[in-house]
């Protein structure tokens, strides 16, 4: 049975019925099986994304003497990933490959992981935060947006639009030039990306095991993380809001109420 586009467009919209053809599969390899289920669910996305856009938007754009952390630069030199992943995509026609590497990584790593790790940082309400570092978050907030913005606005070309002009510029987002990798955001960072993800999700198990709310304290006397993450220690505990984190693996594991969370992730009651 052929699907008539127009009663799609009219049940979930336009942008919603693209980035569901984007993601749904290469369209040029044969023939894509249409589900308004599918088309529906995968429109969350734009939801997410309106939604990200909306909290970024709450800080200012001031770009002059900041500090970025190495959070900041883990997720800016994932962005140059993403930068080159796109390029390939849209170079081979290929719209798939480019809309599931920006729903993995806007979704997956800058939505789920990073914002949440920064968002003490950015708001800074207790003074913890250097101001330079703060305004880091700012700009990197900002600039994963921008760029993000003008890698997904070859696919849903109006909610990117109405995103941009609201936030960035009065001109066309569709008139700024393709993202191009920035050698100063290129660091080793990103390789402590699948441990910080590893060591989040761990936390996030436990305190929902126990019942406790994730902008709670953690009621535990130490937290074990990974050695390779201490450079993203201050973030980590405001993040987690935990008291004493130590970055080590701790002895006598099972004894001394020392529990394991993931294979490198450990507690202390």
């Known amino acids: ?25 290469n369209i040029t390899r044969g023939d894509i099986r249409c589900s308004f289920e599918r088309i529906e669910g995968t429109s969350k996305f734009l939801t997410k994304l309106w939604n990200i856009a909306r909290f970024i938007s709450s800080f200012p754009q001031e770009y ?87 890698l997904l606005a070859p696919i849903v070309p109006f909610i990117t639009e109405k995103i941009w002009l609201e936030i960035y510029s009065d001109k066309s987002i569709h008139l700024q030039r393709f993202p191009e990798k920035r ?48 450079p993203l220690k201050e973030d980590l505990k405001a993040m987690h809001r935990i008291d004493d984190l130590q970055f080590q693996k701790p002895e006598n594991i099972d004894v001394h109420n020392v529990h394991k969370l993931s294979d490198e992730v450990f507690i202390k009651e």
């Open 183 to 230: 050698a100063e955001w290129e660091s080793e960072m990103v390789n402590l990306l699948p441990k910080f993800i590893d060591f989040n999700n761990a936390i996030w198990r436990y305190k929902k095991s126990k019942g406790i709310a994730l902008s709670q304290t953690l009621p535990v006397r130490q937290v074990y993380a990974p050695i390779e993450l201490e």
């Open 1 to 25: 049975t052929r699907i008539d586009p127009q009663e799609v467009i009219n049940r979930f919209g336009a942008e919603a019925f693209r980035i569901w053809s984007g993601l749904e599969g």
């Open 64 to 150: 002059e003497d900041y500090e970025l952390s190495a959070l900041d630069m883990m997720i800016l030199s994932r962005l140059n990933e993403l930068i080159s992943e796109c390029k390939r995509g849209y170079e081979e026609m290929n719209a798939f490959e480019a809309a599931t590497a920006i729903r993995a990584f806007t979704w997956n790593i800058f939505a789920d992981h990073y914002i949440e790790a920064v968002k003490s940082r950015a708001y800074n309400r207790d003074g913890t935060f250097d101001p330079k570092l703060q305004r880091g978050a700012w700009y990197t907030l900002h600039m994963v947006l921008m760029t993000v913005l003008k």
